[in-house]
């Protein structure tokens, strides 16, 4: 951000062609108030000329340049930020309208005691580390074994963070949350989250090596052989129905989160923030409403 003498202003890289749709919506959402619209100096490719905006207002949390980059972004003030999804494309429309949504307030004086089943029987498999833009993920190339949820077993596909947690205890907030994604032969998902408090090191993310972090790229950088096996088991684990938490909100999702709250470095929290760009260092979607659902425990057996 540059700052003249007559009042602020930003200069924003855009694509021209996004400039109607993205302004009015900022200006709709008085986050800032446009001057005046300035052509400023062409580069080479025409689409990727810059455009001057002037404007009245100095707080501005980010950059015009991810509406190209970026279909929705974590940042509350943003027109693309998670009140907006379900207005950003007809496949989100759920991330508004679903009446199951995730991650959700647990609180775990109301949750009912239920019989469920969890059967964890992971293995090691080759896998690759992400950088998938709004998260850092893991995901297993092969059979990785998987769990047993609802009679059925779903075989486990990936993991990913969230910093903070996404899940709260009776609106408690933690530090960060790992999401364990599972798909059966139907393609209907059991995610497992497990939040963490800062302290001492995670020993998952210890075997992952944190060198590999720094050199991530969307390719994938190579693991070796990972077992989802080292996280620790919990005593207790919550149950209720719910969704993706990033777009497209999809429902049907089976959550199971653990009530053991595990502990990650300072050091391993940005180990997981730092390959990601400014708006998704922080990538928490807010609890959504139960809306009559309720959530249930169940002791692990094993
Ligand atoms: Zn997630």
């Not at 855009?14 to 008085?30: A, F, G, R």
Request: glycine letters at 8%.
């Amino acid at each position: 951000m540059s700052r003249d003498h007559s009042g602020w202003f930003v200069k924003y890289k855009v694509e021209i062609h996004d400039l109607p749709d993205v302004c009015p919506q900022m200006i709709h959402n008085n986050q800032f108030e446009v001057i005046d619209v300035v052509r400023g100096e062409e580069e080479e490719e025409e689409e990727d000329a810059f455009m001057v905006l002037k404007i009245k207002k100095k707080i501005i949390r980010y950059n015009i340049l991810d509406k190209s980059d970026h279909e929705f972004n974590h940042d509350d003030v943003s027109p693309i930020g998670p009140k907006k999804w379900g207005s950003l494309n007809a496949g989100f429309k759920v991330c508004s309208d679903g009446e199951s949504q995730s991650p959700v307030d647990i609180e775990a004086k109301k949750a009912k005691d239920q019989h469920n089943d969890l059967k964890r029987s992971y293995k090691e498999a080759p896998a690759k580390l992400f950088n998938k833009g709004h998260h850092i993920a893991v995901e297993w190339d092969g059979d990785a074994g998987g769990i047993e949820v609802n009679g059925s077993t779903h075989k486990l596909v990936q993991c990913h963070w969230h910093i903070p947690g996404e899940h709260t205890f009776d609106g408690k907030r933690y530090d960060a949350e790992i999401h364990f994604v599972h798909k059966n032969d139907k393609d209907q998902l059991a995610v497992v989250g497990v939040l963490y408090a800062i302290g001492e090191p995670d020993p998952f993310i210890e075997k992952l090596s944190e060198s590999k972090f720094k050199e991530i790229s969307a390719k994938g950088t190579d693991l070796g052989k990972v077992s989802a096996s080292s996280i620790t088991s919990s005593k207790k684990y919550f149950r209720y129905g719910g969704s993706l938490t990033t777009p497209p909100c999809a429902e049907g999702v089976t959550w199971t989160v653990a009530e053991t709250v595990k502990s990650i470095s300072k050091e391993q929290i940005e180990s997981l923030k730092g390959p990601l760009e400014a708006e998704f260092k922080e990538n928490a979607r807010p609890v959504q409403q139960l809306s009559g659902r309720t959530v249930t425990q169940f002791e692990d057996k094993e």
